[in-house]
């Protein structure tokens, strides 16, 4: 398995390459927050204009969305990293898309609440690859909630629904 030569850490790039994710507090603003097996041998990533942040108090702020290339520069798909909010308070996600608006891979990047944890439960999160932009994705329909964590699970299938959207409407 190829690591991204641009890692942060050592650390960082084994914890990415063996696990699939990145670790809680690693940086999420570079391409090692990208799991290496979902593109192997790139990365590249450029930040695509993120959407007007909302005023204050008024919605969650906007997604951040980049392209990742290869080293051509050929596109592979998109990474969007946004905040969602469920009754227990706002946490971090990521969504990996491919160049066809097909979910790869989602991940809860940061949840500091201690009710619906569950969330961050592959079983819950892989459930998502696969999808793509034209799909119906519903919670407690196409989508299931993970059991205690049903309102975070909801707002979750929101926001990977709304990320889809965000990169359809930008790219």
């Given at each position: 398995?190829t690591?991204?030569?641009?890692?942060?850490?050592?650390?960082?790039?084994?914890?990415?390459?063996?696990?699939?994710?990145?670790?809680?507090?690693?940086?999420?603003?570079?391409?090692s927050?990208?799991?290496?097996?979902?593109?192997?041998?790139?990365?590249h990533?450029?930040?695509?204009?993120?959407?007007?942040?909302?005023?204050?108090?008024?919605?969650?702020?906007?997604?951040?969305?980049?392209?990742?290339?290869?080293?051509?520069?050929?596109?592979?798909?998109?990474?969007?990293?946004?905040?969602?909010?469920?009754?227990?308070?706002?946490?971090?996600?990521?969504?990996?898309?491919?160049?066809?608006?097909?979910?790869?891979?989602?991940?809860?990047?940061?949840?500091?609440?201690?009710?619906?944890?569950?969330?961050?439960?592959?079983?819950?999160?892989?459930?998502?690859?696969?999808?793509?932009?034209?799909?119906p994705?519903?919670?407690?329909?196409?989508?299931?909630?993970?059991?205690?964590?049903?309102?975070?699970?909801?707002?979750?299938?929101?926001?990977?629904?709304?990320?889809l959207?965000a990169v359809?409407?930008?790219?």
């Amino acid at each position: 398995m190829t690591t991204n030569a641009k890692c942060i850490t050592p650390i960082l790039c084994l914890a990415v390459v063996l696990t699939g994710c990145t670790p809680a507090g690693a940086p999420v603003d570079s391409p090692s927050a990208i799991p290496a097996n979902l593109f192997p041998g790139i990365i590249h990533t450029a930040a695509m204009t993120p959407l007007a942040e909302p005023p204050p108090g008024q919605g969650s702020p906007a997604p951040i969305i980049e392209r990742i290339t290869d080293d051509g520069g050929r596109l592979l798909g998109y990474s969007v990293r946004m905040q969602v909010v469920s009754r227990s308070g706002p946490f971090k996600i990521l969504v990996i898309l491919d160049d066809a608006l097909c979910v790869k891979h989602a991940d809860v990047l940061e949840y500091r609440a201690q009710r619906g944890r569950q969330v961050r439960l592959p079983a819950f999160t892989r459930q998502f690859a696969g999808r793509c932009h034209d799909d119906p994705i519903r919670s407690g329909q196409d989508i299931h909630a993970a059991t205690g964590a049903t309102l975070s699970c909801d707002a979750m299938t929101k926001g990977v629904r709304a990320a889809l959207d965000a990169v359809k409407e930008y790219r």
